[in-house]
């Protein structure tokens, strides 16, 4: 199938399962992961490997959209109104994941250097899910608002974390001469923070002086979409990280544009089609029969992971002003796990081929189980909480002259 005729494919196929899964309760979300397996290799193989391969651009355009949109609530007004709430909250969450895994996979055998990378992996929360969730049920509230900072702040954090635990990787494990592995360490670590950010603040800064004169919305549309493929291919090309970058382009947007408003609506408007095959592209790619691999060092990483989201959650939101069910419900929304998980997975192939193979069996395992039982949790989490302030439109109550 040539890749034109995939893409159709792919579009046409999530506008059905979105529909199916609504009839049936669920996110949509999970409609698009199900029919992404079912057309996928895996199985029908109508998106072949090929093609997942060919269209891979796809999903790293989105995510440069989602992050761009996420940067843009470090907006200075915004941040200031739950910032330091939201740091509190990020860093129990992930740390609880963090310390709870690698604590429990050295208890089961595991090596150190195993037990921590997989520690790093299992802070990540998915922001695309977690965005389109909200978005979905059109979520507003307390526990809404710190979300959409809770997951462009973990995700910073978890790059971080795994720069400095590459780093002492690299030095514990490297070899030649000392100096040489510490330099090898604190360029790549210091390259792929600093020069992201630097990245994304410049095109944040060039694309507003272009954006008085882009008066139409298509024009905004154009300008908007085009930084955000500079920022992602440009991260690419110099190596550098396009989590980082994007999210410094749309906080740089948020803060410096007089534009930034205009801009961020208008690429909300070519949003869901995109979504879509995110989402169809990710369900390609998942492998049931990896959850075969899962063994008793898998199922203490889910178990253990859910417990340090869940749990760190809710300690580090306690003596925040918001309803007792935000509180018992935030941690919920914070389950799934999916890009950068597997990003993460890869950089350990290439980084430490050695410690690879039980790295990437659990964290891609996992990241099945959490793509599915993530946005189930996040939806009941959101209608626990009183958040959800809609309900897609197969699932409503028909009006009663309608209905008689």
């Known amino acids: 199938m040539n ?3 995939s893409v159709g494919l792919i579009l046409m196929s999530a506008l059905v399962a979105g529909h199916l899964a ?4 669920a996110p949509e979300v999970i409609g698009y992961l199900l029919v992404g397996l079912a057309i996928g290799p895996t199985a029908l193989d109508l998106v072949s490997h090929r093609d997942v391969e060919t269209l891979g651009f796809l999903s790293e355009v989105t995510l440069g959209v989602i992050l761009f949109s996420i940067g843009s609530i470090f907006e200075a007004g915004t941040f200031r109104k739950v910032g330091r709430q939201v740091v509190r909250i990020t860093l129990f969450e992930a740390f609880g994941a963090f310390l709870l895994v690698s604590a429990g996979l050295l208890v089961v055998g595991q090596p150190l250097p195993v037990a921590v990378l997989l520690g790093v992996v299992a802070m990540e929360t998915a922001p695309a899910t977690t965005l389109m969730i909200l978005h979905e049920y059109d979520a507003r509230g307390p526990m809404t608002d710190r979300l959409l900072a809770l997951i462009a702040l ?3 954090l978890v790059l971080v974390a795994y720069g400095l635990v ?8 490297g070899e030649g001469a000392f100096l040489a592995a510490l330099w090898r360490a604190g360029h790549g670590l210091v390259w792929s ?11 944040g800064l060039l694309i507003d002086l272009w954006a008085a004169r882009a008066r139409e919305s298509g024009e905004g549309i154009i300008l908007t979409m085009g930084a955000v493929l500079v920022v992602v291919g440009a991260a690419r090309a110099l190596h550098l990280s396009p989590l980082f970058a994007t999210l410094a382009l749309g906080a740089t947007v948020a803060n410096t544009s007089h534009h930034g408003e205009r801009l961020l609506k208008g690429l909300g408007q070519v949003d869901p089609p995109l979504y879509a095959a995110f989402f169809v592209l990710a ?23 859910t417990i340090g989201k869940v749990v760190g959650a809710s300690l580090g939101i306690r003596g ?23 990003g993460l997975s890869l950089q350990v192939r290439a980084s430490f081929p050695d410690l690879a193979p039980p790295v ?3 964290a891609l395992s996992a990241v099945i189980v959490f793509e599915i039982a993530g946005p189930l949790l996040a939806r009941r989490a959101l209608f626990a909480a009183g958040e959800a302030k809609t309900t897609p439109r197969p699932l409503e109550e028909l009006p009663e002259e309608v209905a008689g």
């Open 193 to 203: 923070t600093a020069g992201s950010v630097a990245l994304g603040i410049l095109v």
């Open 22 to 25: 609504q009839l049936a309760r």
């Open 154 to 156: 973990n995700n910073m």
């Open 3 to 5: 890749e034109i005729l």
């Open 320 to 342: 925040q002003d918001v309803p007792e069910p935000v509180r018992r419900n935030l941690g919920f929304c914070l389950i799934s796990s999916s890009s950068l998980a597997v």
């Open 283 to 305: 369900g390609a790619q998942l492998e049931l029969g990896r959850l075969g691999t899962l063994g008793l060092a898998g199922l203490l990483y889910v178990v253990l992971r």
């Open 360 to 362: 990437t069996a659990v």
């Open 166 to 173: 590459a780093a002492g990787l690299t030095l514990a494990l």
